[in-house]
């Protein structure tokens, strides 16, 4: 993944907002939020880009416009 980095932000209700290059890609609620939200709680910087990368998927095939 070169230099691109992903950010995150965890709003109420552990929903977390996912951002590549400043725009939201993702949003996970539900298990899904909580379970992200509890792992990159306690994952430094580089587990948390990998967490990021895993929830993502392959995300810039056809929906990046």
Known sequence: MGG???D??????DV???FWEGRCIMTLGGDRGRH???DLEDASDDEAQYLLQRATGNF???NER
Do not use: D, N, P, S
């Open 36 to 38: 992200l939200a509890a």
């Open 60 to 62: 810039k095939r056809g």
């Open 8 to 13: 995150y932000q965890v709003t109420k209700g």
């Open 16 to 18: 977390v907002r996912i």
């Open 4 to 6: 691109e980095r992903f």
